[in-house]
């Protein structure tokens, strides 16, 4: 009914696109994951896990050092835990992780065997109460604005302007801003900051400071940087876990 599978790679390590059959949850004890699929990029600090749908194409690049756990599900078990087109970022609570740690001790979930299934309703049920955190950031389908937000995920300590980014890419200003809108659903600046703000808990899980993450993120002001965080993620970044060693 469920494999599973333990994994430990460097920071900087990149897994190349690719599709599983299977549905996929996929959490590290450490360290933190950017899960690129389709066009949509997710941040996955420590204490959150990943959903992919059986069929996501997708890549995975390791910050800090990942202990990475993942659970398989066929794609023929029913479960309102299971049954979603796209991918998810969830909150892991306590009883979750020890489910998924005690799952990948055991290898597999046979479902010849009672206890087996008992376990698999739990998760299940965890899986499907688990709090969805916003840490996913949409990536525009036209080739000019796409151009842009792989420059500014690739140099998001940068804070290029989009008057300058749009000289750069020889693409207007305004077909940038409404591009960002009709494709993205927020506008260039508000996806700009959210990008470097993603980009912190990447730093935060590398082990800087949350100083240093703020003063990469572009924020001189320090109070402020704990504020945007804690209004866009919902907790401030002295919350997130260190991406030191995990179980």
């Known amino acids: 009914m469920v494999r599973s599978f333990a994994a ?14 299977w549905h996929q949850l996929l959490f590290a004890t450490s360290g933190a994951m950017t899960v690129l699929g389709g ?15 059986a069929g996501c194409a997708h890549s995975i690049r390791m910050w800090g050092l990942v202990n990475m756990r993942s659970l398989l599900f066929p794609s023929t078990l029913e479960a309102p835990a299971l049954a ?3 991918c998810r970022v969830l909150s892991v609570t306590p009883l979750l992780r020890e489910l998924i740690l005690r799952i990948v001790e055991m290898a597999a979930l046979d479902s010849r065997e009672p206890a ?3 376990l698999l309703d ?3 049920d965890e899986l499907r109460r688990a709090p969805v955190n916003p840490l996913m950031l949409p990536i525009p389908g036209d080739a000019r604005a796409m151009a842009v937000a792989e420059h500014v995920l690739g ?21 940038l801003e409404r591009l960002f809108r009709e494709e993205t659903g927020i506008s260039f600046g508000l996806w700009q ?46 919350k997130l876990p260190a991406g030191g060693a995990g179980s």
């Open 8 to 21: 430990g790679y460097f920071s900087g390590y990149v897994i190349a696109p690719h599709i599983h059959a």
């Open 39 to 53: 066009r949509s990029s997710w941040m996955v600090p420590p204490s959150n896990a990943v959903f992919l749908p």
């Open 84 to 86: 979603h087109a796209g």
């Open 116 to 118: 087996h299934r008992r």
């Open 122 to 124: 739990v998760l299940l």
């Open 155 to 175: 140099h998001p300590s940068d804070g290029e302007s989009l008057n300058s980014l749009a000289r750069r890419f020889g693409a207007g200003r305004r077909t």
């Open 193 to 238: 900051q959210k990008a470097r703000l993603l980009d912190s808990i990447r730093l935060l899980a590398e082990g800087k400071s949350v100083t240093e993450a703020s003063l990469e993120a572009g924020y001189a002001s320090l109070s402020a940087f704990i504020a945007a965080f804690r209004r866009t993620f919902g907790y401030t970044p002295g």
